[in-house]
């Protein structure tokens, strides 16, 4: 199993421009998460989802679009990005209901706004 | 609404001290919490899961407890490293909706040679 993955590792984006952060995973977890965080700072959850067809919004769900067309996807689409949006972002995923499975992560983007 | 705290936010310490790294969390009604290690620049490594119905989990020389009544967690690293040095993460995962995990900011662990 590969796991959590993420592309691209590293973007810079201008003001204005739009991009999707691709995220997926092969252990055919229900939950998956997208998670930003800025230096210093804990993670703060952007938007989530469990399962095909079924997302909402985390605490900082602002400039971020998802969608979950299947168990294995969960791309987050950044409209318009902004120099707030400079972050480091992270993709997670849970099986469903099992109080003794991790929660699994990907390697991360790097994301530059300028 | 869960929060998560880590104390300290930084600690130093000689290489070889046995150290504790303490997380606390408001919602006793927790699923189970999870310690990750986070090196400078990369992802979340998992060290440590401990459901709601443990008390303790091992791996190697680190150790992972857990109170729930007093909604407190702790991490213990034997005879540490210059190789431990990262931050450490705990995150609290909740039973119900969409299983919702709340992290603390970490505590940042240098060890000196």
């Known amino acids: 199993n590969a796991g959590v993955t993420q592309t691209p590792k590293f973007r810079i984006l201008k003001i204005g421009q739009s991009m999707t952060l691709q995220c997926t995973q092969d252990?055919?977890?229900?939950?998956m998460y997208w998670y930003r965080q800025d230096p210093g700072m804990g993670l703060k959850l952007i938007y989530y989802?469990?399962?095909?067809?079924?997302?909402d919004k985390g605490e900082v769900p602002n400039g971020y679009n998802v969608s979950r067309s299947t168990t294995e996807d969960f791309p987050l689409r950044l409209e318009l990005a902004a120099p707030s949006q400079t972050s480091v972002y992270f993709c997670?995923?849970?099986?469903?209901?099992?109080?003794?499975?991790?929660?699994?992560f990907g390697p991360g983007t790097r994301l530059t706004v300028l | 609404k869960q929060e998560v705290t880590q104390i300290p936010a930084a600690l130093s310490v000689p290489e070889g001290e046995n150290l504790v790294l303490n997380c606390s969390f408001t919602?006793?009604?927790?699923?189970?919490l999870q310690w990750f290690r986070q090196d400078p620049g990369k992802g979340l490594t998992s060290l440590l899961l401990i459901q709601s119905s443990q008390r303790e989990q091992t791996s190697g020389r680190l150790n992972a407890s857990l109170d729930k009544s007093s909604g407190r967690s702790t991490l213990y690293i034997a005879a540490s490293q210059p190789g431990d040095s990262a931050t450490y993460l705990c995150a609290g995962r909740d039973s119900g909706g969409y299983q919702k995990v709340t992290f603390g900011i970490g505590t940042k662990l240098q060890v000196i040679p």
């Open positions: 989802s469990v399962g095909a067809g079924i997302t």
């Open positions: 252990m055919n977890h229900n939950y």
């Open positions: 997670a995923s849970i099986p469903a209901g099992l109080a003794g499975s991790e929660q699994f």
């Open positions: 919602d006793s009604a927790i699923y189970n």
